[in-house]
T-cell receptor
Framework: NAGVTQTPKFQVLKTGQSMTLQCAQDMNHEYMSWYRQDPGMGLRLIHYSVGAGITDQGEVPNGYNVSRSTTEDFPLRLLSAAPSQTSVYFC????????????????FGPGTRLTVL | GENVEQHPSTLSVQEGDSAVIKCTYSDSASNYFPWYKQELGKRPQLIIDIRSNVGEKKDQRIAVTLNKTAKHFSLHITETQPEDSAVYFCAASYPGANNLFFGTGTRLTVIP
């Protein structure tokens, strides 16, 4: 199993540009989520999905859209990039929400480092 | 929702010494407390977790303790080694929650 994969690894955008961060998992996990990581602020939840066709907002959803058309894929779209969106983005998945047991460990992807100029 | 606070934000210890990282949580319904380790440039990875029906859990040099009354839990690393240097995150979750609530992280440096 590849686990959780993310593309691209690095990206530089200009203010106002749009792009999609890709996330895929091959563990048949129902739950997927997107976090952003900024220095001193830990991991902040952007959006999450509890299954195909179901998405919801997390702590910092503004400026981002998500969709979940399949169990495997959970792309994150930046509609109009702003310098405040410069961050490292992690996708995560688990078999149940929150990763509440050893068998439900939340697995993270390798991350995408995004810079918005 | 849940609020998790983590201290200290940075911690330096000599190799061989112990390190302790503490977290508090706000929601008394929380019952699952994982700890993640993130090495520089890498993804967070689960290293140990504890449920609210257990007061302590050990895995070799790593242990986690939970005090439900005081709503705090701690990570203990004994006989620290340079490869323990990383950022550590605590988290909490409660029944019905749709996500983990993370602390802001502790950067641990083990000095050889």
């Amino acid at each position: 199993n590849a686990g959780v994969t993310q593309t691209p690894k690095f990206q530089v955008l200009k203010t106002g540009q749009s792009m999609t961060l890709q996330c895929a998992q091959d563990m048949n996990h129902e739950y997927m989520s997107w976090y952003r990581q900024d220095p001193g602020m830990g991991l902040r939840l952007i959006h999450y999905s509890v299954g195909a066709g179901i998405t919801d907002q997390g702590e910092v959803p503004n400026g981002y859209n998500v969709s979940r058309s399949t169990t495997e894929d959970f792309p994150l779209r930046l509609l109009s990039a702003a310098p405040s969106q410069t961050s490292v983005y992690f996708c995560a998945s688990s078999s149940l929400p929150g990763g509440r047991g050893q068998e439900d460990t939340q697995y993270f992807g390798p991350g995408t480092r995004l810079t918005v100029l | 929702g849940e609020n998790v606070e983590q201290h200290p934000s940075t911690l330096s210890v000599q190799e061989g010494d112990s390190a302790v990282i503490k977290c508090t949580y706000s929601d008394s319904a929380s019952n699952y407390f994982p700890w993640y380790k993130q090495e520089l440039g890498k993804r967070p990875q689960l290293i140990i977790d504890i449920r609210s029906n257990v007061g302590e859990k050990k895995d070799q040099r790593i242990a986690v303790t939970l005090n439900k009354t005081a709503k705090h839990f701690s990570l203990h690393i004994t006989e620290t080694q340079p490869e323990d240097s990383a950022v550590y995150f605590c988290a909490a979750s409660y029944p019905g929650a749709n996500n983990l609530f993370f602390g802001t992280g502790t950067r641990l440096t083990v000095i050889p």
